[in-house]
């Protein structure tokens, strides 16, 4: 006999006790969220580009030092590594955005590139 009143979080199975073993990440998106989008190519290809969202370093370093997540950046870059995006113009951009946030005590667990 099954139960059709039971909700989503009834038939969820439970975490494991005492939090052990669980990550909490969160997935940060590098374009719109810590930098601005750069309108019509959506290439950040250059320094003259570079604008960080006002308030971002202080949230997310705070995010960083006092909650209890993994921090796991996220960005897509439609065209990387074709003659309109080559890669040495998106690398010095990524790199120094990435070492800027670690000289705020942010550190990324990992950096996905699409």
Do not use: C
């Not at 909490?24 to 590098?30: A, E, G, Q, T």
């Not at 074709?82 to 998106?90: L, M, Y």
Request: proline share 5%.
């Amino acid at each position: 006999m099954s139960n059709n009143n039971a909700t989503e979080k009834d038939r969820m199975p439970n975490p494991p006790s005492g939090g052990q073993g669980v990550k909490k990440i969160l997935f940060v998106d590098r374009d719109g969220t810590i930098t601005k989008e750069v309108q019509k190519t959506y290439q950040l290809d250059s320094f003259e580009k570079l604008e960080f969202y006002p308030g971002m370093f202080y949230y997310l370093s705070k995010i960083a030092k006092e909650l209890d997540y993994e921090l796991v950046m996220v960005t897509n870059q439609d065209g990387l590594g074709t003659a309109s995006f080559p890669e040495d113009t998106f690398w010095p951009v990524q790199n120094f955005i990435v070492k800027t946030l670690e000289g705020e005590g942010v550190h990324f667990k990992e950096v996905f590139i699409d």
